[in-house]
């Protein structure tokens, strides 16, 4: 069992920044890729980043490409999601979540991942 906790959330003004942290808890971290998702109201939750366990080549959507930045300290158990450029389009509750090493890992579909936060909201002011 992971037990994955988010913080970070909260409202700013477009163009701002915000930093995300997802601290896990329970079996080695290490072992597992980690991803950002994040749902609107009305919306169903959709990937926003991932990374493996070795922190090498970082999976975008393209919607965050060149403004989100993941990122993981295998030794804090920790995750981050920097999100520079905001916009109110990003407006949503994010979550962070665990897949557990596969043969034939797939990092963006929700159902691929074994372990979930229970979300931060962000919120961009336009």
């Known amino acids: 069992q992971v037990q994955l906790v988010e913080s970070g959330g909260g409202l700013v003004q477009a163009g701002g920044s915000l930093r995300l942290s997802c601290a896990a808890s329970?079996?080695?971290?290490?072992?597992?890729?980690m991803g950002w998702f994040r749902q609107a109201p009305g919306k169903e939750r959709e990937f926003v980043a991932a990374?493996?366990?070795?922190?090498?080549?970082?999976y975008y959507a393209d919607s965050v490409k060149g403004r989100f930045t993941i990122s993981r300290d295998n030794a804090k158990n920790t995750v981050y999601l920097q999100m520079n450029s905001l916009k109110a389009e990003d407006t949503a509750v994010y979550y962070c979540?665990?897949?557990?090493?596969?043969?034939?890992?797939?990092?963006?579909?929700?159902?691929?991942?074994?372990?979930w936060g229970q979300g931060t909201q962000v919120t961009v002011s336009s």
């Open positions: 979540a665990a897949q557990r090493l596969k043969t034939r890992a797939n990092y963006v579909v929700v159902e691929q991942y074994d372990y």
């Open positions: 329970g079996r080695t971290f290490s072992n597992y890729a």
């Open positions: 990374v493996t366990w070795s922190g090498v080549s970082p």
